[in-house]
């Protein structure tokens, strides 16, 4: 494994003694390989925390919505279960009525279906049936398609309608097995991992530090949603990234290559959006910096993770940290983002 990402390696370590975060991992690779993998800092700013460890595990939250959400809609339209083009109102009886009954799944996914951004439901529902009924219930901000506006909101209702087939968990399992990942990523980690795992909040609403999933809205559904509930390593994010390499490589994986394509092309009639389906596409202020291609698509998670790939250089980035420990309002993980993917891309071999 190269070691040779000196500047990128010392944006992580100004990261943690600026206390940016306590912890933090990264991976970069390409699609046959690992390049680097490091653990920097300690679990949290206690001062007998332990060291961050290769194998630490983190709350994942937004990554979520690509790595199993955008995935098994992926794999469920592949099959013919559900179509990129159906109509919401296909699927959830609740949600009805114009302009609603012109969004499809591929609104849902592209964040252009007109729902807000997010609505704290957690503190007045608990359960799928009162989330859906409550977000049916939810006027929408925008014309559909008129623009994008990151929604929980959107696929927590996609993940509604995929629920709908099997239980999440069940299906990322089994889309996970097929990819041939066996590092640790799951909805509803075991006990055995808390020692491992980098905390999060000191969360008021909960009355303790999170020890369980982070996102509120996702804790309330149970802690595995179609919006946050993944945890994992950095190594098995990479995994999965060479994993979508691999079928860009157009060698065999678990998707068609031409219907990952489909997704991870950003979407063209949606004014000013940089999406594509599910996935976030390179601009000049996205958190990948300013190196990576054109073509380089990715997405970041409220606690502090990300992942980018970047398939005209091959290349990966994985950045898992807990910058929400003790609480969420330190944004400094946003300088620390694009001058790490500057970094690792100006010293990639």
Sequence with gaps: MVSAFPAARQVLRRAVAER???????????????????????????SDSLLTQADTIFDLASLTKVLSTTAIALRQIERGAIGLDDPVTAHIVSWRGAPR??????????????????????????????????????????????????????????????????????QFEALKSQMGIVQDLQFLPPAIWKSRTAPTREDDFRGRRVGEV??????????????????????????????????????????????????????????????????DTML?????????????????GFTGTSLWIDPARAVYVVLLTNRVHPKPDNDAIGRVRRALHDAVMDELP
Excluded at 216 to 244: C, I, K, M, P, S
Excluded at 257 to 265: G, H, K, M, V
Aim: contains cysteine.
């Design 20 to 46: 940016a975060f306590p912890a933090a991992v990264v991976e970069v690779g390409q699609s046959r390989q690992v390049l680097w993998r490091e653990a920097f800092g300690t679990l949290s700013f206690d």
């Design 101 to 170: 009954d012109r969004v499809t799944i591929r609104d849902l996914l592209a964040h252009c279906s007109g729902l807000p951004a997010h609505a704290p439901l957690y503190r007045d529902h608990r359960g799928r049936a009162e989330f859906e009924r409550a977000i049916c219930e939810t006027p929408l901000e925008y014309e559909p398609r008129s623009r994008s506006i990151y929604s929980d909101l959107g696929f927590m209702l996609l993940g509604f309608i995929l629920e709908a087939l099997s239980p999440l968990p069940v």
């Design 284 to 300: 000049p202020t996205s958190s990948c910096g300013t190196r990576m291609s054109a073509t380089a698509f990715g997405h970041t």
């Design 214 to 279: 982070d996102d509120d809205n996702a804790w309330a559904l149970g802690g595995a949603a179609a919006q946050a509930g993944l945890f994992g390593t950095a190594a098995a994010v990479g995994d999965y990234a060479r994993h979508l390499l691999q079928i860009l490589d157009d060698r065999t994986g678990v998707f068609r290559r031409d219907a990952l394509l489909t997704f991870i092309r950003r979407r063209t009639d949606v004014p000013g959006s940089s999406r594509a389906l599910g996935w």
